[in-house]
């Protein structure tokens, strides 16, 4: 049920899944000194074992760990690197069907040069594909989260005068993890970004702007910048890309349909697939998929990760012909519309609901793609 004969699949998801209890109890126990990190570490080990069986029992291809080990999306990789340190972050409206919700995910500012100065996911990736009977799966966010939110303001003048320094830091830093993952035999590796979406959002833009940095501009340079850092993966490694609006509890940050991105993001990015939300009207439309060349894959994430509500077949397989209007339908598939639970904390539904939706997507891309 392969779009290419290889990941992305016909059925796929973003990566993340809802914690199960045990992990947010252990976790809260080991926050407090009740509990060391080899303890911890044995309680993920479990559940990422039923949590792996369970993505195979419903039929999926493409198997994560539910980034079970994980707080958050980006930071618990992001801060290995040695220039790194996380700061309390400044509070940001997201936005509900019902309001807002103020959250303050933590920033991140470059102090010192950037080295990958030890393994990052690697050894987590060889417990976890140890236990995939199919493709097994990494996510890890993308190099740009290191620049976006901040922009020149968040990287130190006196370690990097020269910013192009920093970018190719950054990317050789990531080019020596994907190579070591690759050695360990990861095939499918996706990478995680906000900001590409939030330039679609003139809200965001705008604020961009008022950190001194140009929204029209950012879009090569995150190309530039993802280009060089996947440039020496191996040649039988799928690398995808995740765009996203923002995922907190069921709340979301930025709004806007591609276009503001979609000619650089679908023909300067060398990846081989993209993950795109399009559960609902915040994304806009399809047409920027015209943008999309033979030989990518663009995984449509329209079942919501937000909301318990069920889509139905009839209503996925609609919106498909109508983004076939725009790009072959052979170079499609389905997904989630974003993780379940970037952050440990989870969106607003149940294990049951998220398994339902994954149920749902399977089944679907079988009727469609057989």
Not at 170 to 189: F, H, M, N, Q, V
Not at 245 to 269: D, I, Q, T
Request: some cysteine; charged content about 30%.
């Amino acid at each position: 049920m392969a779009a290419t004969g290889k990941p992305p699949f016909r059925a796929d998801h973003v990566g993340s899944l809802l914690r199960p209890l045990a992990i947010k109890e252990a976790r809260a126990k080991r926050k407090a000194g009740d509990l060391t990190s080899e303890e911890l570490r044995e309680i993920e080990d479990v559940e990422i074992k039923k949590i792996i069986a369970r993505q195979e029992d419903v039929g999926l291809e493409a198997i994560t760990d539910g980034e079970f080990r994980r707080a958050l999306f980006h930071i618990d990789f992001l801060e290995h690197l040695k220039g790194v340190v996380v700061k309390s972050g400044y509070p940001m409206k997201f936005k509900t069907t019902e309001g807002e919700l103020e959250f303050a995910p933590p920033k991140m500012e470059i102090v010192g040069k950037l080295e990958r100065i030890r393994q990052i996911a690697v050894d987590d990736f060889a417990y976890h594909s140890s236990l995939v009977t199919k493709t097994p799966k990494l996510c890890i966010p993308s190099p740009t989260m290191l620049h976006f939110r901040s922009g020149r303001q968040g990287i130190s003048s006196e370690v990097y005068p020269d910013i192009e320094e920093f970018f190719s830091d950054l990317a050789r830093a990531y080019r020596e993890e994907i190579t070591a993952l690759g050695k360990a035999d990861c095939k499918y590796l996706q990478l995680d970004d906000t900001n590409l979406a939030y330039l679609c959002d003139p809200a965001m833009r705008e604020k961009t702007r008022e950190i001194g940095e140009d929204p029209d501009a950012l879009p090569r340079l995150y190309a530039r910048i993802i280009n060089d850092a996947i440039s020496s993966r191996p040649d039988d490694m799928t690398v995808c890309i995740h765009l996203c609006r923002g995922n907190f509890k069921s709340a979301w940050v930025a709004e806007g349909g591609y276009e503001p991105v979609a000619e650089v993001l679908f023909n300067e990015l060398n990846v081989d697939g993209y993950f795109l939300e399009y559960d609902d009207e915040r994304s806009g439309d399809f047409a920027p998929l015209r943008f999309v060349p033979k030989g990518k894959t663009v995984v449509l994430g329209l079942v919501t990760s937000k909301s318990p509500e069920m889509e139905t077949k009839d209503e996925l397989k609609t919106r498909i012909d109508e983004a076939s209007k725009y790009m072959d339908i052979d170079q499609m598939a389905l997904s989630p519309q974003c993780g379940f639970s970037s952050t440990e904390e989870g969106n607003e539904l149940t294990e049951d609901d998220q398994f339902a939706k994954l149920g749902l997507i399977v089944e679907t891309a079988r009727e469609i793609w057989g």
